[in-house]
């Protein structure tokens, strides 16, 4: 008879670091070491010259005065404070990884060594409150900023009289929310707003205008880029209350989209709202939709109006098929037009015209 013996090797190495409890970082009590044997609490708060570092699930680390910091995983929660300098050191591998919530809420912008570089999670957040560059954070993306998760959240939120910063030019999201949490209505400046004049952002996930926010926020697309429009990948939500200005060349969605609030738009630029998803997509929501030019683009699917849709210049069909009922028309005003219905791109269903103008009506049914 053999005897076989297995020995599992630990994940951790001495000087190893975690939290014990929720706290501020420079104090020892917030933080556990191992040994080579246990956990063991601390004799000294974790910096770059440690070993690896995780807030574990359930605590939340708050920094309040200037750190250096490698190989941080956060499973809790880790905020900085007001003011202070956060400095991500570049070490092996992956120097600062988001499985839970990362606050950047100082004042100061995150420090990052040549070469340091950050990642998400699947349900990793960032929340970004202030006004310091959001642009690092696009550049120092671990593998680049195109491969992050889109199920990982991206949160601008307004606490105070600070601007919280977007990056646009070339920008890649997650799931993206624009909320306000501040006692008065949030009018994002240009800084806080998709304002690209080169490469418009991209958003892999959904576009929350509103979020949880306790107040309304009006967000701003002004991107004038001769191409693309913006890309949103995922659905698109306006809360009510709140307002998405569709200015600039407008936006490609291939999700569906809600309004509780309103889309607006400008007399300015092309304006349009393009549906181009190869599943089928929906319009829904009670709120004030003002539609200047919508597309359908689709290799395939649907978009089913579960609200009246009003067109106000051009509505174009190259692919897919939009769905009304009597209920829920589409309507072109007398200054509007229809350009490419064809038997691949039609309305299934009513289309209203207003006007003494030839018009004709792009409907069909099947193909």
């Excluded at 038997?343 to 030839?358: C, D, E, K, L, T």
Aim: glycine content about 10%; overall charge neutral; some cysteine.
């Amino acid at each position: 008879m053999f005897s076989i013996c297995i020995h599992f090797l630990s994940a951790q190495a001495i000087g190893d670091y975690r939290s014990a409890a929720t706290g501020n970082w420079n104090v020892v009590t917030t933080w556990q070491t191992w040994n080579g044997s246990a956990w063991i609490a601390a004799s000294a708060t974790p910096n770059n010259t440690n070993g690896a570092i995780t807030i574990q699930t359930g605590h939340t680390v708050t920094i309040n005065a200037a750190l250096t910091v490698d190989e941080v995983t956060v499973n809790g929660i880790m905020n900085t404070s007001a003011g202070i300098v956060l400095t991500i050191f570049n070490g092996t591998g992956v120097d600062l990884q988001i499985n839970g919530t990362f606050g950047d809420q100082s004042t100061a912008s995150i420090s990052w060594n040549a070469g340091a570089t950050w990642q998400m999670g699947a349900v990793g957040t960032l929340v970004k409150t202030t006004a310091s560059s959001s642009n690092l954070w696009q550049s120092n993306y671990q593998g680049g900023i195109a491969t992050i998760p889109s199920t990982s959240t991206w949160i601008i939120r307004k606490v105070n009289a600070q601007q919280p910063a977007v990056s646009t030019t070339g920008a890649v999201y997650p799931n993206l929310t624009i909320e306000n949490n501040n006692a008065a209505a949030w009018t994002v400046p240009a800084g806080s707003s998709f304002t690209a004049t080169t490469s418009s952002p991209t958003v892999k996930g959904n576009l929350n205008v509103g979020g949880s926010g306790t107040n309304t926020v009006d967000f701003l697309m002004n991107c004038t880029s001769a191409a693309p429009v913006v890309t949103l990948l995922g659905d698109v939500f306006i809360k009510a209350g709140c307002t998405l200005r569709n200015n600039g060349n407008g936006f490609d969605m291939a999700g569906d989209l809600t309004v509780n609030g309103t889309i607006s738009y400008d007399a300015n630029d092309a304006r349009k709202i393009i549906f181009s998803g190869s599943n089928n997509q929906t319009i829904s929501g009670p709120g004030l939709l003002n539609i200047y030019d919508l597309s359908l683009a689709k290799s395939t699917g649907t978009v089913t109006l579960n609200r009246p849709v009003t067109v106000d210049n051009l509505c174009t069909f190259t692919g897919g098929v939009m769905i009304t009922t009597s209920t829920n028309l589409l309507t072109i005003p007398s200054a509007g037009t229809v350009a490419g219905a064809n038997n691949a791109s039609f309305v299934s269903g009513p289309v209203r015209y207003y006007g003494n103008n030839a018009f004709t009506f792009p409907i069909g049914k099947n193909a």
